[in-house]
């Protein structure tokens, strides 16, 4: 973003925000203001907010802390309170952010600490808080599994995220001191790509981590992974089950983006997992070749029949619990010049076709010198642990057994709800077949 440099612009060293009408409860518990970024100037700001005033209501609800307001370049819509903003001078897009937080938030509040947060963190047990996160001047959201590590601070960059953090008003004006005197060849913002011969900026938590010897100079005291994991869980590098999440005080779901779909009158509407399998599979149900075949794929029975709403029964064939035979009608019909779509509910009942999958359509091109290239597209899932836990003869996850045993037929993981489109379609326009494993915790879940 080129930036105006009139006066009263957030970016400029001498600007102060007035944050004096932000309301102050008088009876609070910990001496924290709660604010929420938001200053991404693209298409779905809007919609963005609109979700941002649910995620501040709920920490205000919950929270005994000192303030709680958004910053934002846009108002926020009702019923965020006049109270509950500090309009940030100014736009910002997704590259900005990083050098608002490092380098301008400290002056956006007046507590000890600020609890940072962005319109996808959520509170997922309160009872996890713990006075203790107080005493350091930086927790941080970290992947669920990297809490084992026994270092100050976590050593694996991939793994840690500044999304959900609770920092200290020391940290916040250190941060603001180093990367504003760039007191190091790192503490540079602006990296220059070689491939694109693009100038870029780093993401603030990025720099953070590349930073911390740096940092440490200031006097500031991070927390270990281990604390970290009991205050916020994220699933920016790996994917988190619901009931794991309930571990931490709080959640970063990067997954919750906005899948932006085009209602009758043109107004966008919010996509979720389970929509986006719906509207994959009405976009695989218009196409002349292809065919819907499993159990419950006509008659209700399992989490699969709700994906499939919006298809015709002509195009359903429903078949009984014989699922070695399935995969092999399914390898038959594709060799006909059909795309059947054929649905095992769990992984665990994939199992029983393994001969047909791996020695028959995994090998077929081989077998047939590339003359036989059928186009099968799978769907199975990993089953469901909540509400209802199904057992571990239900809940299995042998994606990296499936991998490690097909050549041909390609695996894709839906872990991400934004992919889970673009993924079926690629399926269908490829040569060759595909098992798309779904996620059937995340049916409900997001």
């Not at 970024?37 to 501040?56: A, P, T, W, Y």
């Not at 999440?245 to 997954?255: L, N, P, S, V, Y």
């Not at 966008?268 to 929509?275: E, S």
């Not at 077998?367 to 909540?386: F, L």
Request: with cysteine.
């Amino acid at each position: 973003m080129i930036k105006d440099h009139t006066e009263g612009y957030y970016w400029q060293d001498d600007y102060y925000p007035d944050i004096s009408h932000v309301y102050k409860s008088t009876d609070y518990k910990y001496d924290i203001d709660v604010r929420l970024i938001d200053g991404c100037g693209d298409s779905v700001s809007q919609q963005r907010l609109e979700k941002s005033v649910e995620v501040l209501k709920e920490f205000e609800e919950k929270l005994p802390f000192r303030s709680f307001a958004i910053v934002s370049p846009l108002v926020p819509p009702h019923p965020c309170e006049e109270h509950n903003w500090i309009q940030l001078k100014g736009t910002m897009d997704y590259h900005d952010y990083g050098e608002f937080v490092l380098k301008y938030l400290h002056k956006y509040f007046d507590a000890k600490h600020v609890l940072l947060i962005q319109w996808d963190c959520f509170i997922t047990n309160i009872d996890k808080w713990k006075d203790e996160f107080l005493d350091y001047d930086l927790v941080y959201t970290i992947s669920d599994g990297c809490q084992k590590d026994n270092s100050e601070f976590i050593e694996d960059v991939g793994h840690f995220n500044g999304g959900l953090t609770l920092r200290s008003k020391k940290f916040c004006q250190s941060t603001s001191d180093y990367f504003t005197n760039a007191k190091s060849k790192d503490g540079i913002i602006y990296r220059f790509d070689e491939s694109s011969g693009m100038v870029y900026k780093q993401n603030e938590d990025l720099l953070i981590h590349e930073n911390y010897e740096e940092l440490k100079k200031y006097d500031l005291k991070f927390a270990s992974p281990s604390l970290s994991s009991e205050f916020s869980l994220g699933n920016h590098t790996l994917p988190i089950l619901p009931h794991r999440k309930e571990t931490a005080f709080g959640f970063h779901d990067m997954d919750m983006k906005f899948q932006i779909v085009e209602d009758d009158n043109g107004e966008p509407i919010i996509m979720k997992y389970k929509d986006e399998l719906n509207r994959s599979m009405k976009w695989l149900s218009d196409k002349e070749d292809t065919i819907f075949m499993g159990q419950s794929v006509k008659y209700s029975g399992n989490s699969i029949y709700g994906t499939l709403q919006d298809i015709d029964d002509e195009k359903r064939l429903e078949l009984p619990v014989f699922e070695e035979i399935q995969m092999g009608m399914s390898t038959g019909m594709a060799l006909n010049g059909h795309v059947p779509i054929s649905c095992f509910p769990r992984m665990d009942f994939l199992l029983r076709c393994m001969d047909s999958l791996v020695n028959h359509l995994d090998k077929i091109q081989s077998m047939s010198n590339g003359q036989m290239k059928p186009k099968v597209i799978i769907r199975t899932a990993i089953g469901s642990r909540e509400p209802l836990n199904g057992g571990v003869q239900h809940t299995q996850n042998y994606i990296e057994e499936l991998k490690s045993m097909l050549t041909e037929v390609k695996v894709v993981v839906l872990d991400k709800t934004e992919n889970i489109f673009n993924e079926f379609t690629k399926a269908y326009d490829r040569v060759g077949s595909t098992i798309l494993i779904e996620y059937g915790d995340y049916y409900n879940d997001r």
